[in-house]
């Protein structure tokens, strides 16, 4: 190759006049020294020298040899820029700003810009690095992509052996900002059974003592943070398990199963006490500790106990508190706590528990296991749980770091939030049907109510219009909660009609439409509701139904929709606040809304039944309506009943209806019943 013309490409020589100098970087062809000169090929930029091991038919094939340079340079050049984008410094405050990350503290940990940064933060923090490894290979696997705003800032964070109060949109991705870095942080169990199944062994007589604890405040969340740690540790070894589930901290069974009303009793005040932590008034917080031992010596789950090393423990506060007291899981080695959704674990319901667990932390706590490395997330953070934060959390050296993502009260930017005024209660279903009819309804569907009994009654209505419905709620056990959300999963139910239990964490693939059929208590309410849809960055709607009797609380609402980016007319923003007075006795007490039946529903309920039943009894003919309700849908208790007969076999009217059989009585109005509901 003409070496000048090469370095003099798109110039213009006078080559007589400069032949001399010109000669200086020419090759004479029969020079022996260039012939056999042996250049590396990386200092070989003119191709002089010929590959020393080149086949015949390459070195005569000036395109072939031509073609092999310009791969290996290309090859050469990749490696190179692959190496200066891992070196290549981030700009952490651009970074900060793109993902609207607000750190507040001392000496304040740098956020983590990707998951491969999260080795050599873990590998500094004394983690071994195939743990940690093998934890960001689980991370691309499962499909998960760059981290989001509060992924960054609590890795970081964490990874630094500090505390952390993090608020963040719903749908951000909490779940994840904590589980990454405990699973970093925490070696693998030398146990050889597999996460995804805790096997029993005989003796259980050691106490649990996990290394990090999750606290949640209703057991559905509890279930999907274990579906979500197990899924990216994946086989590498952790050990993640949920308290009272799969024989994990359940004492051996030394006696027979206690049968009877008591033990009935206990078993549905214990579910309930973990739904809601007795928010809606169901449980009886006296008798709670027999309670649980009744569940633990009756329930189905206590005839396998599980003993062998847990990395993570998650758990309930009431069911934590019973295992404290009973001296099956002590927390004086635990490294991290965690309180999800922490705002909601400081309110008056839980506050006495969540107090015991700090406590216990810092129990007959070695000295050489140093102090626990708390870490508080939700997506609402009002101020009077901040103050709490402050007293609980200290952090290691430069203490609590504040993390704020996008607005502190607000919703996501991607759902679509809209209010509806519906003028009186009796407008609110004929309002729900226009809906349905004018194709808005678009399932899966969630309908959010403020009573376990306008839940029952809002399902059968829809049930009675048509609507693939069913009901979620603190007076079901959890194994039928446990089935109404693997049929709304599943897409066998279209629309799922909640309380506030449901409002708070849970994720549901997929839903598109939110609808607020009672007017929320609060604000951090309004937030967890709509929460449910637009996760993820997908896009989700949210109509919210408003009466005269809500107008003054309209306001609160509005700012929400303001701070999210959402139109809102002039004259919403012309409302007046409500004072703090009204916000206090709102949440305490909602307002009293007539039974859904009883506007324009397909029946009356009984004398005593619903809200307004209690005080008078139905309309006239409503009685007339009622019964002939109850005569199409199967009973009282609707087509949930009869659901219900079907899911688990014999139930006590299965029962008395073979017992009328046997002795020859009444067999011709079951049929009837029947045929009525087959039509």
Known sequence: MDAFRTLAGGSRFDRKRFQSDIGHFQVAKQDPVASTSTLPTELDFFGVAQPAAAEPGAASDPKAAKKERKRKRASEA???????????PVDLAALARKHKIKL??????????????????????????????????????????????????????????????????????????????????????????????????????????????????????????LREARRLAGDAGWKVAVLGEEGVGVQAKKEGKKKGKKGKKGKKAADVADAVGAVEGEADHAD????????SEGGEKADASYDGPIDILITTPLRLVFALKASTVPLSTTSHLILDEADKLFELNFLEQTDEILAACSKDRPAEAGDVRKGMFSATMPSSVEELAKGVMAGAGGGMVRAIVGHKEAATATIDQSLSFVNTEDHKLLSLRSLITSGQFTPPVLIFVQSIQRAKELANELIFDGINADAIHA??????????????????????????????????????????????????????????????????RAVTFFTKA??????????????????????????????????????????????????????????????EGKKKGGKKGGEGKRRKRERVMGGKEGLFKRRKEDEKGATASGKKGKKDQADGERPVKKAKREITLDE
């Open 78 to 88: 990749a490696k190179t820029d692959a190496a200066a984008v891992v070196a290549a």
């Open 104 to 225: 507040t503290g001392l000496d304040l940990p740098d956020p983590v810009p990707s998951v491969e940064a999260v080795i050599e933060r873990a590998v500094a923090a004394g983690s071994a690095r195939a743990d940690v490894e093998a934890l960001v290979r689980n991370w691309r696997a499962i499909g998960m992509k760059d981290p989001t705003g509060v992924q960054m800032a609590a890795w970081g964070t964490m990874l630094a052996n500090r505390d952390i109060l993090a608020c963040a949109p719903t749908g951000s991705g909490k779940t994840f900002s904590f589980i990454l870095p405990l699973l970093a942080l925490l070696p693998r169990s030398l146990a050889a059974s597999s996460p995804a199944t805790l096997s029993s062994t005989a003796s259980s007589s050691a106490p649990l003592r996990p290394r990090a604890v999750i606290i949640e405040p209703t057991r559905e969340l509890a279930m999907q943070v």
């Open 288 to 295: 709670a500790p027999e309670q649980a031992a009744e569940v």
């Open 475 to 540: 007076d079901r056990t959890s194994e039928e909660r446990d089935q109404v959300v693997a049929r709304f999963a599943e897409g066998k139910v279209w629309c799922l009609i909640c309380t506030d239990v449901m409002a708070r964490g849970v994720d549901f693939k997929g839903v598109k439409l939110v609808i607020n059929y009672d007017f929320p208590q609060s604000a951090m309410s309004y937030i967890h509701r709509i929460g449910r849809t637009g996760r993820a960055g997908k896009a989700g």
């Open 550 to 611: 809500d107008a003054g609380h309209l306001k609160t609402i509005v700012n929400v929709m303001r701070a999210s980016g959402c139109a809102v007319p002039d004259w919403m923003l012309a409302l007046p606040n409500p004072s703090q007075d009204a916000k206090k006795a709102l949440k305490l007490r909602p307002i009293g809304r007539k039974d859904i039946a009883r506007t324009s529903g397909s029946g009356v309920p009984e004398h005593g039944e619903g809200e």
